[in-house]
């Protein structure tokens, strides 16, 4: 039986039509003085943490836990104004998935496995009603490794439900070839999306349990239905 369902956010239940690398970009230029200090960088799937410590190194900024505080206070409050503005939309049965997890008869545990800082997967989600959904969850605040994010997420659930949870009762659904990787680092079921721009190719690469369009092709019963 799935007791714990985790989300990753960008690409997965949301898109935000670049507002998060439009406000890397700015604070980076605002606090550090060097303008598009994101050409080149590869976001999908990484974490934030790991997207700053990338940028440091490229413009030859010290990555000191000052500059990262530094980096990240700016890059929330430029967040918080492109995401006032922006027409980004949830991704297609995000809503109608999660209401099927809330109606099954033994409801799991919601949570998030994200590398979005915990502010930043906020700000995304309060624009779409979406935050209060999720009772648990881990962050790029937790760790910079995606796969030592799944362990903090694991063992945050762990602490909730009061008892053990084993890898096959927990199901992380992403859209990128990372999400694969650290569903499996905790020995989870994996469903993957192709709503973040990965291929079916890119994702099948990696033997996710579930492999859908978006998740109007898949059911909360059949990603939860207890194995006989």
């Known amino acids: 039986m799935v007791r714990l369902v985790l ?38 799937g990484r974490t934030d943490v790991s997207l700053a410590r990338e940028m440091f190194t490229n413009c030859r900024v010290e990555a000191t836990p000052a500059n990262f505080r530094r980096f990240f206070a700016s890059y929330v409050v430029w967040l918080g104004q492109l995401m006032a503005a922006s027409d980004g ?17 033994k409801p799991p545990l919601v949570g998030l496995l994200t590398g979005n800082i915990r502010r930043g997967a906020e700000i995304k989600l309060c624009h779409f009603e979406l935050w ?16 030592q994010i799944a362990v903090v997420a694991r063992d945050r ?14 199901v992380v659904v ?13 020995g989870a079921k994996v469903l993957a999306v192709t709503t ?33």
Do not use: K, M, S
């Open 7 to 44: 989300f990753d956010i960008d690409g997965t239940l949301i898109r935000t039509n670049g507002a998060g690398v439009q406000a890397f970009a700015r604070a980076f230029a605002a606090e550090f003085g060097v303008p598009d200090a994101t050409d080149g960088i590869r976001f999908a």
């Open 89 to 105: 939309h949830t991704c297609p049965g995000v809503r109608e998935f999660l209401r099927g997890l809330a109606r099954l008869p």
């Open 132 to 147: 209060e959904t999720f009772t648990t969850g881990a962050f790029a605040d937790d760790h910079e490794d995606r796969n």
């Open 157 to 170: 659930a762990r602490q909730l439900l009061d008892g053990p949870l084993r890898g096959e009762e927990i």
């Open 174 to 186: 992403g859209d990128t070839p990372h999400d694969v990787r650290c569903g499996r680092a905790i």
């Open 196 to 228: 973040g721009g990965a291929t079916p190719a890119d994702l099948r690469e990696y033997q996710p349990d579930w492999l859908v369009g978006t998740l109007q092709e898949v059911t909360a019963e059949e990603v939860c239905r207890p194995e006989r």
